[in-house]
């Protein structure tokens, strides 16, 4: 049904996972995110823009160091991956010295793992137009060319185009008809998905290459900015938005069961609660602080609510104003970043010492309050 994809859009991701004291972890990696960089010629990493570099995550007891390159640089240099990963993890973890000094004295190696994605496949034409569906078969996720090229998450999009499956799959079967006629719409609705086509068409993590070929360090920052910091909002707040508007149309109380869901999740990861495991039940407390803040929440949620139907019902609001708007969000981010930016990082600095204790007391407050007030029926 589908060609092989061409290796320089395949790329090899090499996984270390290391076991570290979480208190050690919260010291070095809590509450931030390190950005680094270095040209392809210092070999710490693997080359810009030809798959995603590195990434350290920190998980609970562990930090898993992961970095990928993909098979081909370009049409004809095969680079030896197997001593090239080994040369790069020796770089980073002996001469960055925030890795030599802090981490590596405290980490111990459990295991190394290796697994290939795609990367890059919706920036080809002739690969983003391979056939996602045939007859009595749908393509999902990854083996739809849905990775993201910009952000290389493909989760979202395997989600996102599973939901679309499923829609598509009941009503054929309602219908009687699972020809590949019938499932075209699948197709339709997957290029009609304002955030899969904004994803998989992002261009700034690829051109990274071209700020690496030219040494331009002005590229590097312009391709970081659009691809990672607040320039995305350039290029990601129309598609953002039109999907979250076809969603609160369908269900205006939408926003406040993924409120509820992401205060669910959390909740079930302090206490290691999981769905698919035994469940452990988690204690509920007698407090009446804790009572009276589980009120103010739910009270919060219903205001939510209310405002979000209460707009809805003004229908003309929503089509004279809102439905326009989001169109030119983009241009008018554009527009207004050089304003924004400037203010956005002074509100942050002014709002540290607060935002700290405040997420702080949410921790706590997840922590102890009743489970059953982020069920979503
Ligand atoms: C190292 C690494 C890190 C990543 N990090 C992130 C990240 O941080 N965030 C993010 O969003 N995405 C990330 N991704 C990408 C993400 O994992 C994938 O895009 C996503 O899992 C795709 O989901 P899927 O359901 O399409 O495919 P998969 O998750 O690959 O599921 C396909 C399943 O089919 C099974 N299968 C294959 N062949 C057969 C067969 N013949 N019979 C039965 N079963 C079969 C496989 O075993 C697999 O379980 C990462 C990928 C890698 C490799």
New binding site residues.
Partial sequence: MREKYPPETISL?D?YDYIMRKEDIDKIFGYSVKMCWGWDEQKISPPLGYGNGLMVWPYRSSIHF?Q?QCLRTDKKSVPNLGKLFDEYHHNITSKLLWWKDLVAPRAKLRARMW???EIYVGLNKKLRKMPNHTDGMIL????AG??STEL???????WYS?EIAAQVAIEAIKANDVSKAFLKKYDDKVKAHSIIQWSIKGRNRYNLRIAQQEHDIKKLKKYIHQGWGLGSLTHFTTPFMKLLLAYVKEDPTIITKWIKMYFRYYQNWLHESYDYVKKKVIKVTASKRVRKKERKFLSTLRFIDLIMKSMLRIRRVLKIIIIPLSNSLNTLMRKSLPIIEPINSAIIKLLNPISNKLSNKMIKFVDKANPSIFYVY
């Fill in positions: 991701a996984t992961m990928d697994e290939g994605f999902i996720g990854d083996a849905l990775e290389c998450d493909g989760v979202p999009a395997a599973a």
